[in-house]
């Protein structure tokens, strides 16, 4: 949750007639003289007289002091000695100094809301007014960059008497938050140790244990939140539930979370319902609609995480217009038109799905063209560029997505380095590998994906080792794991292939043992059951194969019959249908093998009419008429084996003229010309031996830019073979 806390209003001086500031200058002038400084003020040329001048001249732009001068200026006022001249510049001394630490601050921080913003600038404000010699020391260190610095002896200050020093404890825990998560976290625990949290402070102490991975602290301290909170604090009630619900989700506890959710939003719609007028509100109600929607589409339930989000989208663009340059409601409408496309995503609709992220996109460009420093609108702009590379990646535009998914990793490298204790971070960058990977396994280049996905592992494997309950991090190890297996089974490494794969298994069985309710973890099971089962094939164990096959279509059926209208799930089944028909072939089960083959057929071409600019489903199309045509090839139906061949062969050719620089493509194009070898060399030898002689030709092409990888040396090898057998 994002609160707002009003900001309080920062003194103002009046002016006075000429005469009276002439007697005032002349009178500090000399005061400073006797006290000592007033060489240092004529030296640097920018003393009181300067100020006293400037509140005169150039309405409080000079307000500069010294050490010294700002020491006797606090005297005087703890004496109440103060002129209306020397309040004045006091007052504007120490606003000037607010503004320059927090933006300084602001620059620093790794993404603050309005309400993370108001706080930071009430603790500033207090430590600039109430602050003693060492604290006015931190807040210059802060204003010059180096806010750690200023920070550590901050809290040297708090150690010093701790005990009478919890108003500058809790001062140090805001100045640090979103900057130094170290320093912030250690000050909110002594505070809670002490006893001394209110809720706000365990708020952000939940916050600061959930961005640690400390998920079991995070849910101690919100369960206590909640039973210390009045139920008159809606808003506080309805912050700790959503937080909660978070925790909850980390831990794939869906039911839970779920549950949490509904309670923020009954209580968001209560205050939104008592005054439509209040846009915090409004936008709390947008934040727990969002939260729910998020847990529906982790349940499956694409529909009502549609219309969760939809409404919270409703909302967010009447705040969005009724104020553009209010940036928290622009990144807000953002993650909106983020979560919407992620369902058309979902449910096939790359079109509707580009236009919600480029309109997102867009957003996050401006935000982070207007402050490169904001690190929160970084990782923003980072992840329009991951979802606008996925749609290119789908759509088959491999170029395209690698110039995504390259910029967007540049940014999370950045923002990784900066600070490597931010699991979030670092959690980014992995994803961003993984992305990177898979193209680069796409592009033929096994090596250079070999190497980031073992990048990409072993930031999943630090972050699943700090703590083993957050169920994100173990979804993304096993996921991280059978990427790896994939290219260790490509390169011929069936052993490492096998434990890679075994290792993603255990994990998501885990988890879906955890929450069976979860239908991403179902899902990534069944994809750990395919995998398993094309090592067990491809090792010549059809039996262990043909049992990792059914599990996994068992999940696939049942997903699909929950959500007919997820492609996802539709498609993942034509992949279980295949597989199976692949194991009812080798064991001489025609008839077996092609109803499980026609049944995947129907599936893949309700898919691919759908949108025929989805690559994806067009490749799986193709690859659904070879598997056809093979069967009706065996059976001798060689007409009927023809009109899939060459079916398998028209989509190939347009994928691959799509794309040359797409390996995958160019190797379905070859395969596709060899079946039309396999069909016609005992019928028509010189058709066989032209088609032949197509196939060699982008064969060839492919293993000299990649003469190393053992997939394409072995097709060759075939390939050759087979022209030598046709023309002797």
């Given at each position: ?590 008839s077996g093998a092609e109803q499980s083959y026609l049944a995947a057929l129907k599936i893949r071409q309700t898919l691919a009419k759908s949108d025929p600019s989805n690559s994806q489903w067009q490749r799986d199309l193709s690859l659904s008429f070879e598997r056809l045509g093979n069967i009706k090839l065996k059976r001798g139906d060689l007409v009927s084996a023809e009109q899939s061949f060459h079916a398998r062969l028209e989509i190939a050719q347009r994928l691959a003229e799509r794309d040359p620089s797409n390996s995958e493509w160019q190797r ?61």
């Amino acid at each position: 949750m994002s609160e707002q806390i009003p900001a309080q209003a920062s003194s103002s001086s009046n002016q006075s007639p000429m005469g009276f500031w002439a007697k005032i200058i002349a009178l500090v002038a000399g005061i400073a003289a006797v006290i000592g400084y007033y060489d240092d003020i004529k030296n640097k040329g920018k003393g009181i007289v300067c100020d006293l001048q400037a509140v005169v001249s150039v309405g409080l732009e000079c307000t500069k002091i010294s050490k010294a001068e700002l020491e006797w200026l606090e005297k005087l006022e703890q004496q109440g000695k103060l002129s209306e001249a020397q309040l004045g510049l006091l007052d504007t001394y120490r606003h000037k100094r607010t503004t320059e630490v927090l933006a300084k601050l602001e620059k620093l921080s790794k993404g603050w809301s309005a309400e993370d913003k108001s706080r930071t600038e009430q603790a500033v404000r207090e430590t600039v007014e109430q602050g003693n010699t060492q604290e006015q020391q931190a807040l210059e260190l802060i204003a010059q960059g180096d806010a750690q610095a200023g920070f550590d002896l901050l809290a040297k200050e708090v150690e010093q008497g701790l005990a009478t020093n919890i108003d500058k404890l809790r001062r140090l825990a805001k100045l640090s938050y979103g900057v130094s998560v170290d320093t912030s976290l250690n000050a909110y625990q002594k505070l809670y140790n002490l006893g001394e949290a209110t809720h706000w402070d365990r708020i952000y102490l939940i916050r600061l244990f959930q961005s640690y991975g400390f998920t079991d602290k995070a849910m101690l301290v919100a369960n206590e939140a909640l039973a210390l909170i009045p139920d008159s604090e809606l808003r506080l009630k309805t912050a700790v539930q959503n937080e909660l619900g978070d925790i909850q989700t980390l831990k794939g506890d869906l039911a839970s979370a779920e549950s949490s959710y509904k309670v923020a939003l009954k209580l968001a719609q209560s205050m939104a319902e008592r005054d439509t007028g209040n846009s915090e509100w409004q936008r709390d109600l947008s934040l727990s609609l969002n939260n729910l929607g998020g847990i529906q589409k982790q349940k499956g339930d694409l529909n009502g995480a549609e219309q969760s989000y939809l409404a919270a989208l409703k909302i967010r663009q009447t705040l969005a217009e009724r104020d553009p340059s209010n940036s928290l409601w622009q990144r807000d409408l953002s993650l909106s038109l983020n979560n919407l496309g992620d369902i058309e995503k979902q449910k096939g609709d790359l079109s509707g799905a580009e236009q919600s992220y480029l309109a997102a996109l867009k957003i996050r460009q401006t935000l982070a063209k207007s402050d490169p420093s904001n690190s929160q609108w970084q990782r923003d702009l980072s992840v329009s560029l991951n979802n606008l590379g996925d749609i290119e990646k789908q759509k088959g535009d491999l170029s395209g997505a690698e110039q995504s998914y390259l910029a967007a990793l540049k940014i999370r490298q950045t923002l990784a380095k900066s600070d490597p204790s931010n699991s979030q971070w670092q959690r980014d960058l992995s994803l961003s590998l993984d992305n990177l990977g898979g193209i680069q396994k796409k592009k033929g280049d096994l090596s250079g994906s070999e190497q980031s996905y073992l990048a990409a592992m072993s930031i999943a494997e630090k972050l699943a080792e700090r703590d083993p309950s957050n169920s994100q991090w173990q979804r993304d190890l096993s996921l991280s794991l059978n990427n790896l297996g994939g290219i260790q089974k490509q390169k011929g490494d069936l052993s490492g292939a096998v434990q890679s794969y075994l290792a993603a298994l255990r994990i998501s069985e885990k988890l879906t043992e955890r929450d069976p309710s979860n239908s991403q973890w179902q899902r990534d099971l069944s994809i750990s059951l395919d995998n398993l089962g094309d090592i067990e094939k491809q090792k010549g164990d059809l039996s262990g194969a043909e049992q990792s096959y059914l599990a996994a279509m068992s999940i696939a059926e049942k997903l699909a019959e929950r959500d007919p209208s997820s492609s996802e799930w539709q498609r993942d089944l034509s992949i279980s249908l295949n597989n199976l028909g692949d194991i009812e072939k080798q064991k001489g089960d025609l008839s077996g093998a092609e109803q499980s083959y026609l049944a995947a057929l129907k599936i893949r071409q309700t898919l691919a009419k759908s949108d025929p600019s989805n690559s994806q489903w067009q490749r799986d199309l193709s690859l659904s008429f070879e598997r056809l045509g093979n069967i009706k090839l065996k059976r001798g139906d060689l007409v009927s084996a023809e009109q899939s061949f060459h079916a398998r062969l028209e989509i190939a050719q347009r994928l691959a003229e799509r794309d040359p620089s797409n390996s995958e493509w160019q190797r379905d194009l070859y395969a596709a010309y060899y079946h039309i070898v396999l069909l016609n060399q005992g019928e028509d030898k010189e058709k066989a031996i032209n088609e032949l002689n197509k196939a060699i030709e982008v064969s060839d092409k492919l293993l000299q830019k990649y003469p190393h990888a053992p997939q394409f040396v072995t097709d060759s090898e075939t390939l050759y073979s087979l022209k030598r057998e046709l023309v002797q």
